[in-house]
């Protein structure tokens, strides 16, 4: 075991650092090291610095990786934390999901400034969001409403709407639990209705291909329900060139050996929309979600891809 701290990359906001020192603490916990045996190296990502603009417009998921992977190659870091659902379906050459922390809630919360529930909203109110997935589930079950871009950390959409700039907002349930925000919600989404964007809820760290010191210290604290789970969803996502372009959701449960799967494409008017099934092995977890992604690839059509723009 290495004696020089390990330096841990994550970008600087509240939620962001809440899952740094939570796996932090459960290193700590499995390995018996101290504290000051890990340096929290916090990083600022263009997804942080331009929040006036959708992610589709400024090139994608990947604005909130690059310069943590960039420091990741270069051994500037060990390894780096990240929500599982802002990480590209393609990796930087060399680096990997080492590990996935046990996963917390996967639905996303309503927060009605004067109603509770979404379908509650008086015709033509607004609903911020920033997510092309949360835009377009918004518009397939109201498409009255009026759907404006909100982006920023967790409090400066809280802030926006307080200041009366939408009537509503969603934000994922996860996130809010790990801030201890629970009074925040005020409706908790069906995830069969709304079902949430792949990988929602999990953290997962990435490290360098072939760093077995670093591999091996993660190996202690990887939750192989929640691997599973991810893999399946983020093969979903990989097989549909997935990215914050395309309204895309889906999610995966594991019991014992036994995986299922639910995943949907809509176009970003939430006007059309198809959903898949599929279930079988968690060993095979990656094939799965793949295989659901070339069956409601052929479901759809080229027509409808097409639509997406």
């Not at 390995?31 to 997804?47: A, N, Q, R």
């Not at 050996?257 to 990656?286: N, V």
Request: charged fraction near 25%; charge should be neutral.
């Amino acid at each position: 075991m290495q004696t020089k701290p390990f330096r841990i990359g994550t970008r600087g906001s509240p939620l962001a650092l809440a899952q740094a020192y939570e796996t932090r603490s459960r290193l700590m916990a499995a390995h018996g090291l101290p504290e000051d045996m890990f340096e929290i190296v916090v990083l600022s990502t263009k997804g942080d610095r331009i929040t006036d603009r959708s992610l589709a417009l400024i090139g994608g998921k990947g604005l909130f990786t690059e310069e943590i992977e960039a420091q990741l190659s270069s051994g500037e870091l060990d390894f780096a934390v990240h929500s599982s659902k802002d990480m590209p379906t393609k990796l930087p050459e060399g680096l990997h999901l080492s590990a996935f922390l046990p996963r917390e809630d996967v639905r996303d919360a309503f927060i009605g400034r004067s109603v509770a529930r979404l379908l509650d909203l008086p015709q033509g109110a607004t609903v911020g969001s920033a997510s092309l997935r949360r835009q377009a589930l918004i518009r397939r079950l109201r498409p009255d409403l009026n759907v404006i871009v909100f982006r920023g950390q967790v409090d400066t959409r809280l802030g926006k709407l307080a200041e009366g700039q939408a009537d509503a907002t969603l934000l994922a349930y996860a996130g809010l639990k790990r801030l201890g925000k629970l009074d925040v919600p005020t409706e908790i989404l069906d995830p069969v209705s709304f079902p949430p964007a792949p990988a929602q809820g999990a953290i997962c760290i990435e490290s360098r291909v072939g760093d077995k010191g670093t591999q091996d210290l993660l190996a202690a604290i990887d939750d192989r329900v929640t691997r599973a789970a991810v893999t399946c969803e983020r093969g979903f996502l990989a097989t549909l060139d997935g990215s914050c372009r395309t309204p895309i959701a889906g999610y995966a449960t594991v019991e014992g050996k036994h995986l299922q799967f639910h995943g949907m494409i809509l176009t970003p008017d939430g006007s059309r929309f198809h959903e898949i099934e599929a279930s079988g092995p968690a060993g095979e977890a990656g094939r799965l979600g793949k295989a659901a992604g070339q069956a409601i690839r052929e479901k759809a059509g080229a027509g409808f891809f097409e639509s997406w723009g």
